[in-house]
DNA sequence: TGAAATTAAGTTGTGTACAATATGTTGGCG
DNA sequence: CGCCAACATATTGTACACAACTTAATTTCA
């Protein structure tokens, strides 16, 4: 594949080298992908008993880190915006999980709290993130070094966002 | 943080090192998460001139390699279902890029063929790949890398699947 | 051969995601 | 003070994703 490298032959080379970026087997995009649902598929049997999905359990992180934060706090954290995040938070109030409510100091914010139900499921669910770190089968380290390279990525892309 | 670690202490360690997995920032599962929205939403940019979405435009990868296969080939390379592709090739189908026909040796199957406008597309996303490259800003032997690592992952999430 | 199991695709219902827009609130600033 | 830009959240519309179910065709095997 890497043979025949010599300088005449590059120039020849560089619709093929541009196509084969094209097989789905070459893309690391395509793996972020589908990584992600895979994990994701993996979270839903350990959330189910909990009746969560897994952006409902990211919110839950958020909130089981600090309560009593806006909506746009959590966004800012997850990546998600309003449009996303004010149906699921209305889920989430619907099962008692917390309460939305506008802030008196700034009616433009809701503030959210979580409820003594809400403070509870945290210790039903500090079991899950170890049977997942038990299913990826990573240690410690090599769990470090992936997200680096993770984070690496993410602020490449957001970085040539700004164009 | 990994100081202390004689035998006595490891245990009372147990519940603040379960816990300390629930916070977001440690988590594995919320990078990929976020990295995958995050190239998603840097391929929209590129593929909106060409009326493709990034899951549409995966489908059509896997017709530009090899036309004239049945939808659960499709989703056999891209790990969806029928309830995902069936609305997605109508929506092809619909911008004449391909025709969807029941098989003729076999009525259960449906046939995807690309027509000429199907064919020709391939030449205008031909720069997309380069451009992402581009953005990631990593070399081929990271990429290759990183590849690595997420296929080993993916491998032991569907591994541990079967249970 | 013919009923039952299997298979392939489509449909329905729920839950994200996000762009675009709407609504109400607040903070300037002339 | 009053107007207006900026802000926070909600709503609408489109497009996945997938579980569960339906429909129709094929295979299996008693």
Redesign the pocket.
């Known amino acids: 594949m890497e043979r025949h490298k010599d300088k005449k032959k590059k120039e020849k080379e560089n619709e093929a080298d541009t196509s084969k970026w094209l097989l789905l087997d070459n893309q690391l995009c395509f793996r972020l992908?589908s990584a992600?649902?895979?994990l994701?598929?993996a979270y839903?049997p350990m959330l189910k008993p909990l009746d969560?999905?897994?952006?409902?359990y990211?919110?839950m992180m958020v909130l089981w880190e600090k309560d009593d934060?806006?909506?746009?706090?959590?966004?800012e954290r997850?990546?998600?915006?309003?449009?996303?995040?004010?149906?699921?938070?209305?889920?989430?109030e619907a099962k008692n999980i917390l309460v939305?409510a506008?802030?008196?100091?700034?009616?433009?914010?809701?503030?959210?709290k979580l409820t003594t139900k809400g403070h509870d499921l945290k210790k039903k669910v500090l079991k899950v993130p170890t049977q997942m770190i038990c299913r990826i089968d990573l240690n410690e380290k090599e769990i470090a070094d992936l997200s680096k390279r993770l984070d690496f990525l993410m602020s490449n892309l957001v970085k040539t966002a700004e164009d």
């Open positions: 992908y992600s649902k895979a994701t598929s839903d969560l999905t897994y952006p409902q990211l919110a934060i806006s909506v746009g706090e959590i966004g997850l990546n998600l915006d309003s449009g996303t995040l004010s149906p699921l938070l209305k889920k989430l939305r506008r802030s008196a100091t700034d009616e433009r914010m809701v503030t959210i």
